[in-house]
């Protein structure tokens, strides 16, 4: 029989996590609305309270944090993303904003959220975003198409096109997402792209309570599976989800039998999806749900763990940021892209590879042999990360002074 923690199942345990995100949800909401009473604060548009991915609950947080951690000053005004920027919204921002910010986030998808008006998933029309007068910035987002996905619609392209010609500076997640941003914009607004790593990977830098972590040392490991479009992700056919799952299966036999503490990490409800296929395999470990929880459980729990190998970005960013180590299990090409940015594309493993699970394992046991060149390189990697945001953030002084 498989383990849970926090067992979904549980009505005891849904209510409680459901009444701890509506909580969650209600105060989100009267912060917003007693900010906007005030002058001189910075709007930050961005997915407050979602509850289903613990990721996309965690980094707007960390937006906020590490901005506050150059500027403390700066005072914030959360809005829904979501929302409707009508005309009475967008002139309140004019008058008493001190500027915008979106981010971060994969903000940029084709499917997320398509009936708005943009073509993404920010909602506001064209003629409305003409209307605003403060200072625009985006920040730390990311190009978030599936492999093999349609293109986003036509609306898309004049939405990011005014966008970009709207902003005061366009900061992208990583340098790839940089490239494909650069291919719906006007070539004379790419000057104002540039790489801007998610918060969430330089936790340690500005979080006095993730500073001076142990080392991963010891033998801890967060397996994090995704299932959320899984024809793209596996294949369309159930072999073929069954074929690559089998080669997740030969991993987690491999991480017990040498002696792993391994526990399943699942950032959305779908992420669970892979505990029949455990239990049919007699593969018995924690199973920690994160969907509608506190953002600070995920970030105590990665506390703990030594390696992350995981299909979700945050279930990398996250341990990354708090200096765990990192293998990747790619069916996205977000993934690569961050990897790019790491300098360690060697890391990750493509899921539909033939020997992906031999991959993995080499990966794993080179880790364990060679602990030290592993950390010294995500801490110089992480150190690259902290200067171009420390930059970044010199660049929009006039936003938050």
Not at 228 to 250: M, P
Not at 385 to 392: E, G, I, K, L, M
Request: aromatic share 10%; with cysteine.
């Amino acid at each position: 029989m498989w383990r849970a923690k926090n067992d979904p199942g549980s009505l005891a345990s849904a209510a409680v996590k459901f009444a701890g995100f509506a909580a969650r949800a209600a105060r989100t909401k009267k912060e917003s609305q007693n900010s906007f009473q005030s002058n001189g604060f910075v709007t930050h548009v961005a997915l407050h309270t979602t509850g289903n991915n613990i990721g996309d609950v965690v980094l707007p947080h960390a937006v906020r944090e590490v901005v506050n951690y150059k500027y403390p000053s700066v005072r914030w005004h959360k809005q829904q993303i979501w929302h409707d920027f009508d005309d009475a919204y967008i002139d309140g921002l004019n008058r008493r904003s001190k500027g915008l910010l979106i981010g971060g986030h994969g903000l940029l998808t084709p499917d997320t959220m398509a009936h708005m008006p943009s073509g993404w998933q920010w909602n506001i029309s064209n003629d409305r975003l003409r209307k605003i007068e403060v200072p625009l910035a985006i920040f730390a987002v990311g190009y978030n198409r599936f492999r093999n996905q349609e293109d986003f619609s036509p609306r898309f392209r004049e939405s990011i096109s005014l966008t970009a010609e709207k902003s005061v500076f366009i900061g992208m997640r990583n340098n790839s997402s940089c490239e494909r941003v650069k291919e719906y914009i006007p070539a004379e607004f790419h000057e104002r792209i540039h790489w801007q790593p998610c918060p969430t990977t330089l936790l340690s830098r500005f979080r006095p309570d993730c500073a001076n972590l142990r080392p991963p040392v010891g033998k801890v490991a967060a397996l994090n599976m995704a299932f959320d479009r899984s024809h793209l992700r596996f294949g369309a056919t159930a072999q073929e989800q069954e074929l690559h799952l089998g080669k997740v299966i030969k991993v987690a036999r491999h991480l017990i039998s040498t002696g792993w503490q391994l526990h399943l990490s699942c950032h959305a409800f779908e992420d669970a999806f892979i505990l029949p296929h455990l239990k049919r395999a007699g593969i018995d470990i924690p199973v920690h749900y994160w969907y509608r929880r506190d953002p600070k459980d995920v970030v105590e729990f990665y506390k703990t763990v030594d390696l992350s190998i995981a299909m979700r970005g945050h279930a990398q960013m996250i341990p990354f940021g708090l200096g765990r180590m990192i293998i990747p299990i790619i069916t996205h090409d977000k993934l690569v892209f961050f990897m790019k940015d790491v300098g360690k594309l060697e890391w990750g493993t493509e899921l539909k590879q033939a020997d992906a699970a031999d991959s993995l394992i080499s990966r794993i046991d080179d880790f364990v042999d060679k602990r030290d060149d592993y950390i010294r390189d995500l801490n110089a990697a992480q150190d690259r990360f902290w200067v171009q945001t420390q930059a970044n953030l010199t660049r929009l002084a006039p936003m938050f002074q």
